[in-house]
């Protein structure tokens, strides 16, 4: 089968995926890319400050950039682009079947469109994701009858975990058409061998928490929805029964602010260690007791299949759609009420009992997010590849 591919730029998080997709037997791969984001070095607005990936994004698989164009009345916009070129390559390629993740996108139309018109098979992966958002009137009725009739099209449908798995079938769409291909991450990457109590309070050391009792870990982009102050908050309920350590990896418009705000607070330890590459986040992640994920919007949450890799459990709101996969209270770590600092209070103690007692299992936890994985993503493509073809034959 030849599968065609389209993507906005390259990421970190996508492109492990493609290499290994890149070695299935039978599949012919070619990625398109609208963007030349290399990571090397361009300015992430999320980040507020230019980026370097230490991965490479763009070797073990085709690939091949095209040129989009502005819309004429989004200029601006940058990821508002129509594209002939890519329309010109896919006509072109004699391809058996069209990957397009989502719909949110002017392009994605441009290329849902050009594969109805075709009778090309239509792959997707959406992330789905209506937490905390209230939908009524007119709108949210044009809205269901839309994605009643995109499913209709869609050959297969690959869901990245619960969330997307049971909005698609709200909307109509088919189960024999559904194929678990989750958001994952190397887990590999932060799975530590032969990995001791000792080696952790090693880590502790190094980053000056020896003195701390529990130690809470953030690790994102510094922007309001991410609620990283909320943290502040929680633990200002939590100063006076805890010696807490904050180690908050990540950078952002918010650091200065948040940098205040958390100096204020008296912890007995904190740490801003900046933005770091994928590969330097182990150690982190195996210095803190917890990762808290306080966003407002969070459609999946790697960081959170980043730290259950590592061992360590997991505060999520109720808005992180990974949560609801990944997170069994007192076995993985615990969900709490978005933007309730009382809430988020509430599990952090309840951490902190736990560490004083049995504890959290790391091979528990590590074994619930080795199901979410890239190989896992594969087969879930595998398998949607021989039904759209079995379907075809």
């Keep these: 089968m030849r599968l065609a ?81 890519l329309i010109e390559k896919l006509k072109s390629g004699n391809f058996d079947a069209i990957f397009c993740a989502g719909y949110g996108l002017w392009i994605d139309w441009q290329v849902i469109f050009f ?73 590999e990457l932060f799975q530590l061998s032969n990995f001791t109590e000792e080696k952790k309070n090693s880590l502790k050391e190094r980053f000056g928490f020896e003195k701390c009792e529990l130690v809470l870990l953030y690790v994102g982009r510094l922007v309001p929805r991410k609620g990283v102050d909320l943290i502040a908050q929680a633990v200002t309920k939590l100063r006076h029964k805890i010696k807490i350590g904050l180690l908050i990896v990540g950078d952002g418009p918010e650091r200065s602010a948040l940098e205040s705000e958390f100096d204020a607070i008296g912890l007995e330890k904190l740490v801003f260690a900046g933005f770091q590459n994928q590969s330097k986040l182990s ?19 790697l960081v959170v299949n980043e730290a259950m890799a590592s061992g360590i459990p997991v505060v999520a709101s109720d808005r992180v759609g990974s949560a609801y996969d990944l997170i069994e209270p007192e076995k993985t770590g615990y969900i709490f009420k978005a933007g309730d600092s009382f809430s988020l209070a509430k599990k952090i103690e309840q951490v902190f009992e736990m560490k004083q007692g049995l504890g959290f299992s790391r091979s528990y936890i590590q074994r619930k997010v080795s199901n979410y994985s890239i190989q896992e993503a594969v087969r879930g493509f595998s398998a949607a590849m021989k039904y759209v073809s079995s379907e075809s034959s």
Excluded at 57 to 74: A, C, D, N, Q, S
Excluded at 130 to 157: E, H, I, Q
């Design 5 to 85: 591919i389209v993507r906005t730029h390259p990421t970190q998080y996508f492109s492990p995926l493609f290499k290994a997709l890149a070695n299935v037997s039978g599949l012919e791969l070619k990625v398109f890319y609208l963007f030349e984001n290399r990571g090397r070095g361009e300015f992430d607005p999320g980040f507020n400050r230019n980026i370097s990936w230490d991965t490479e994004l763009l070797t073990g698989y085709e690939y091949e950039f095209v040129t989009p164009r502005p819309l004429p009345f989004k200029p601006k916009a940058v990821f508002e682009s129509r594209c002939p070129e």
């Design 115 to 187: 594969a109805i018109r075709n009778n090309i098979p239509l792959f997707c992966r959406p992330e789905l994701n209506d937490l905390g958002v209230v939908r009524r009137g007119p709108r949210n009725w044009l809205r269901t009858r839309f994605l009643n009739w995109y499913f209709s099209k869609v050959s297969a449908f690959l869901f990245i975990g619960k969330l997307a798995r049971d909005g698609y079938l709200s909307m109509g769409g088919e189960v024999s058409k559904a194929f678990f291909a989750p958001y994952a991450v190397n887990n």
């Design 283 to 301: 150690d982190y992640y195996h210095a803190a007791d917890v990762l808290v994920v306080p966003s407002f919007v969070e459609p999946w949450g």
